[in-house]
């Protein structure tokens, strides 16, 4: 159970372009989704956090107009990267929680996106 | 000062070795902690949880100093399949997870 799907894993695009990855979590409800960006040799840092139908939290630094949020249902939450740039190449990873969810783990992680713009 | 802290390694082990790592954390309010493991550009996995009377899972042993502010994981008869890096991780309030910037680990025949 609490399966996480991420959704495409791997981007290529170029300058400009919009992108937009998509978090689902299949067997259960997600009140939480958290959105986390991992550049090479470095950590996972939390981007937002988002609540079904509120709008998402972001951390410092993280630009809210750049990394458009969206959790419109208790199974969906999406990151859209506009017109992203080069320096946004990175590894996009969401995760999702819910308090009625019995788990041995506070967040269950989707698979990934690899994001490169050319 | 990060918030929580690993040597970053790499640690090169034969396989058979034990080798240990350590994690320090700032926020005495962290209410638990977790190692994960990440394989390279792959998302983190779940390890083990980290209690303070000590945790064991096979090869596997954590532990946690509340009063040190320190975690450490013990690996046993290193694998080659253990090369990964290692996540240490706090979890917050509201259910917020801070993670280390990992150790990486490599085991090598």
């Known amino acids: 159970g609490a399966v996480v799907s991420q959704h495409p894993s791997r981007v290529i695009c170029k300058s400009g372009t919009s992108v937009k990855i998509e978090c689902r979590s299949l067997?259960?409800?997600?009140?939480?989704m958290f959105w986390y960006r991992q550049f090479p040799k470095q950590s996972l840092m939390l981007m937002a956090t988002?609540?079904?139908?509120?709008?998402?939290?972001?951390e410092q630094g993280v630009e809210k107009d750049k990394f458009l949020i969206n959790h419109a249902s208790l199974t969906l939450s999406t990151l859209t990267v506009t017109s992203a740039h080069p320096e946004d190449s990175s590894f996009y990873i969401c995760?999702?929680?819910?308090?009625?969810?019995?788990?041995?783990?506070?967040?269950?992680f989707g698979d990934g996106t690899r994001l490169s713009i050319l | 000062r990060k918030e929580v802290e690993q040597d970053p390694g790499p640690f090169n082990v034969p396989e058979g070795a034990t080798v240990a790592f350590n994690c320090t954390y700032s926020?005495?309010?962290?209410?638990?902690f977790f190692w994960y493991r990440q394989d390279c550009r792959k998302e983190p996995k779940l390890l083990m949880s980290?209690?303070?009377s000590g945790n064991e899972d096979g090869r596997f042993t954590a532990q946690l100093n509340r009063a040190s502010q320190y975690i450490s994981l013990l690996i046993r008869d290193s694998k080659l399949s253990d090369s990964a890096t290692y996540l240490c991780?706090?979890?917050?309030?509201?259910?917020?997870?801070?993670f280390g910037g990992g150790t990486r680990l490599m085991v090598k025949p």
């Open positions: 988002s609540n079904e139908g509120s709008k998402a939290t972001y």
């Open positions: 980290v209690y303070s």
């Open positions: 067997d259960f409800q997600a009140t939480t």
């Open positions: 926020n005495s309010a962290s209410q638990s």
């Open positions: 991780v706090s979890h917050n309030a509201g259910n917020m997870l801070t």
């Open positions: 995760s999702a929680s819910s308090p009625s969810l019995i788990s041995n783990q506070p967040q269950h």
